[in-house]
């Protein structure tokens, strides 16, 4: 969904329709309008939010869902259950379901990233991490770092994610990366459950093993190899190989291939014929144009220049973004490979 908004009642409907019941203030004296920009992946309801000016926006009890929000520039400050906290490119803030909140900003451009994030998905996931069930909501600390190693993991990842909603597709490729933003949320932010996880996780070869995925859908445009993500993901080669191929049947070579095939399919099929398959293959991590062809006719059956043929056929009137068009945020330390948040 990518609506724009004119007045102050139409925006209220959509914000409503898609995230939370809210009553919205316009503190500008300029012509007003709002952006939104969501799209649904399983659980979690994630897009952009922006204002021509300041607003508030006051919510009550989310009941169903936690929310984090994270500007792409400019910053909000944001309350819930009368903690204040400062939005920034920075720092998320994560908000639970049962305290009121609310949003103060818009008074320089902003463009915020919203995640709502259904507390059956999240809770579940967090009973499957720390094996435990989990009987009340999870109490956040309130923000997430994302200049941090794992904070950039869960920046990359919640990257791929918009992008690859906006397609609509159902593939493995889907629950992988919600499977990764929510795993990563819940290991990096602070809250009630953290040290469980930390007991959880601690030489647990599964918890490895779907880090390691994490690190190969973050980290899909860069030469990374098995070994290299085998060690960022504290688990040795031969235990990965036998946990991907339990959880995925396939060799943690493969999937990292069959990775980055399905990302390459996107943005072919998203370019509208403006991209060039050897360029494609060559940022995602297959520069050998050849093998790249015979991977993907192998794995799609066709080859990708009949994929682009047809997305120049189709011709839509805009392209879908590519990662890094949206959702790259500005950090405010330096960043390494696996510290990176992954682009196009």
């Known amino acids: 969904m990518d609506v724009t908004a004119r007045t102050i009642d139409q925006a ?17 004296e300029g012509r007003f309008w709002m952006r939104q920009r969501a799209h649904q992946a399983g659980p979690v309801i994630i897009g952009t939010l922006q204002y021509a000016g300041p607003v508030r926006i006051d919510t009550a009890e989310f009941i169903d ?19 204040q906290e400062r939005a920034a490119p920075w720092r998320a803030v994560v908000h639970g379901p049962t305290a009121p909140s609310w949003i103060d900003g818009w ?9 709502k994030i259904f507390r059956t998905g999240l809770e579940t996931e967090l009973a499957r991490m720390t094996g435990h069930a ?3 909501p999870v109490r956040f600390a309130g923000m997430l770092d994302v200049t941090t190693a794992e904070g950039q993991e869960w920046l990359a990842l919640t990257q791929r994610l918009a992008w ?17 933003v929510i795993r990563t949320l819940l290991r990096t932010a602070p809250h009630d459950h953290s040290h469980t996880i930390a007991e959880a996780t601690a030489g647990s070869g599964d918890a490895a093993a779907r880090r390691a995925a994490v690190l190969m859908h973050a980290h899909a445009r860069h030469a990374i190899s098995v070994p290299e993500i ?5 688990i040795g080669v031969r235990a990965l190989e036998k946990r991907v191929l339990t959880h995925w049947q396939l060799t943690p070579s493969a999937l990292l291939r069959e990775i980055r095939l ?9 370019s509208a014929g403006r991209a060039k398959v050897a360029d494609v293959a060559a940022r995602w991590g297959m520069p050998h144009a050849g093998r790249f062809a015979a991977h993907y006719t192998e794995q799609f059956g066709e080859p990708p220049s009949a994929t682009l043929m047809r997305a120049l056929a189709s011709c839509p009137a805009a392209a879908v973004e590519h990662p890094s068009a949206s959702l790259t945020p500005t950090p405010r330390t330096p960043r390494t490979w696996l510290h990176q948040a992954a682009g196009v």
Do not use: K
């Not at 914000?15 to 809210?22: L, M, P, T």
């Open 107 to 115: 008074h320089v451009p902003t463009r915020l990233v919203g995640l």
């Open 164 to 180: 690859w909603a906006q397609g609509g597709d159902d593939s493995f490729i889907t629950p992988m990366l919600v499977e990764g």
């Open 134 to 136: 989990v009987d009340r």
């Open 262 to 270: 399905c990302y390459a399919r996107r943005e072919l099929q998203q």
């Open 65 to 83: 869902s936690y929310q984090v929000n994270v500007p792409l520039f400019g910053e909000v400050l944001m309350s819930y259950g009368g903690q």
């Open 12 to 28: 209220i409907e959509v914000g409503n329709h898609i995230y939370h019941q809210h009553r919205l203030t316009d503190r500008g």
């Open 230 to 234: 085998a060690e960022a993901a504290g």
